[in-house]
């Protein structure tokens, strides 16, 4: 980026008379300010030793500038605001923010800097994700978009209603993880991708059991970056696209097994790798997920087992089995009303215990039966209808939910695994293990940042049987 110019630790408050080459690091979507009316777009600048800087831009200058300090490019900045960071505005760490405006001078340069860029990146394979479910690390991920299902809207625990998307990321060895964007980015982001896709795809995501990561308000995206990791990831594309093609018309990734599911999320054999139930007795808001080894059993017999619910976003429904109607929930028009599985239960092992929750397949696996039979069943169940206490240990993968109107957490079993199962696989050189559970999703939303290549030059092919398209670097913070 040359030397010529001065240096983004050579600007501070009072400086005058400064020009700074600097590469657009990320561009955050817009934003309102939380005690007051103001919009504002905050964007990182680095210099050409990958020193940064928070630039902030206010109301109209937002629009004025919006097909300006395009994320990726070079830039010479002269003559913005430096001042303190206010903290009601500040993207990250940093005591200096440079303020845009019309009397901003900016000139573009051309010049690529996508080596400086991209080496501020370190990449996370996709089998290393399960273990920043519990962490507050910047991490980045690369794939290759595949699949993308319709927009939907859909309703948080805490009642907003938000407009999500889901991607499919391909990595170089095949592995697949569910990307969901939220809000802005499926206005912006997600519709760049929809208009270049190759062959639009229609896929039944209810059936998508896999790991999750999603975008957070501070995420931005590398569309068609100019740097040699997307290069090399489109030409492993094109090498591979018959088998790449083939898991499209396949859609072997909306159906994963647990046993699948279960060596992604290293499911633990060593006894000092489990959590002990008397140190998440009275959890408020730390650690969110849980191996525990121990034993579980219905202490109240008189509690209804399942519930009617929507087949597309699982929540509560009025309607009668097999209606279809339009979920107040999803927004799904064509929502199908079935049973699902719920118990509550006690879970212990010798330190104490601890009162969760568990839906759909978990509570069919623990309660040996399934949402039909217990929906047809109305007497107060005994043994001899269904399985009310485990004689073994079993692993159960529990998840703490933090309460809008308390300070303690409540519980929800995700996973139950058979340990006798893992030391057979183990034993035999196989892969454990066969569990029971629902996807993952990992906390949300939570993606920090992301670069994409849309791989749109075979357009015309009418070979393709569906779009691969885009290759995806996602730094995301838990």
Not at 80 to 102: C, F, R
Not at 108 to 127: A, G, H, K, P, Q
Not at 351 to 373: D, R
């Amino acid at each position: 980026m040359g030397d010529k110019f001065q240096l983004i630790h050579d600007v501070s408050p009072g400086t005058t008379g400064w020009t700074v080459k600097v590469v657009v690091a990320e561009k955050f979507s817009p934003r309102v300010a939380q005690r007051s009316p103001t919009k504002y777009q905050n964007l990182t600048l680095m210099d050409s030793e990958g020193s940064t800087v928070q630039a902030t831009l206010y109301g109209q200058n937002i629009t004025a500038f919006q097909d300006e300090l395009l994320l990726g490019k070079t830039y010479l900045i002269s003559n913005a605001l430096v001042k303190e960071t206010n903290a009601e505005y500040k993207a990250k760490s940093g005591e200096i923010q440079w303020t845009i405006s019309g009397r901003t001078r900016i000139r573009r340069v051309e010049e690529n800097n996508s080596n400086l860029l991209i080496s501020t990146y370190s990449f996370t394979d996709f089998e290393d994700l399960p273990k920043y479910m519990d962490s507050n690390v910047d991490i980045s991920v690369i794939g290759m978009i595949i699949d993308i299902e319709p927009r939907r809207i859909i309703q948080t625990r805490f009642g907003k209603e938000c407009q999500v998307q889901d991607l499919v990321l391909v990595n170089k060895r095949f592995d697949t993880v569910l990307l969901t964007m939220w809000e802005t980015f499926v206005d912006n982001e997600c519709k760049y991708i929809c208009q270049n896709l190759r062959k639009k795809t229609c896929s039944d995501w209810k059936a998508y059991q896999s790991l999750s990561i999603s975008t957070k308000a501070d995420s931005s995206f590398f569309i068609d970056g100019e740097f040699e990791l997307v290069e090399e990831f489109k030409s492993w594309g094109h090498t591979n696209s018959e088998i790449i093609d083939n898991m499209i018309s396949e859609k072997h990734y909306l159906t994963s097994t647990p046993s699948k599911l279960s060596s992604k999320l290293s499911v633990p054999t060593d006894e000092k790798d489990f959590t002990e139930i008397k140190n998440i007795q009275g959890l408020k808001t730390m650690k969110q997920f849980f191996w525990i080894k121990g034993k579980a059993s219905v202490k109240v017999l008189n509690q209804t087992y399942w519930y009617m619910s929507c087949n597309n976003c699982n929540k509560i429904s009025s309607e009668n089995y097999g209606d279809i109607y339009p979920c107040v929930f999803c927004k799904c028009t064509d929502a199908k009303a079935i049973p699902r599985a719920k118990v509550y239960m006690q879970l212990t092992d010798p330190t104490g215990y601890i009162n969760a929750t568990a839906i759909g397949n978990p509570a069919e696996y623990f309660l040996q039966s399934n949402a039909e039979i217990l929906m047809n069943q109305t007497l107060i169940p005994t043994a001899a209808s269904m399985r009310l206490s485990m004689d073994e240990d079993e692993i159960f993968y529990v998840k703490a939910i933090t309460q809008e109107l308390s300070p303690d957490c409540k519980f929800e079993i995700l996973f139950i695994v058979n340990p006798l199962q893992i030391a057979g696989d183990k034993n035999k050189g196989k892969a454990p293990v066969e569990h029971i559970g629902e996807p993952i999703k990992f906390l949300e939303p939570t993606t920090k940042r992301s670069l994409f290549h849309s791989d749109t030059d075979d357009a015309q092919s009418s070979k393709k049987k569906c779009d691969k398209s885009t290759i995806e670097i996602t730094k995301k913070n838990q």
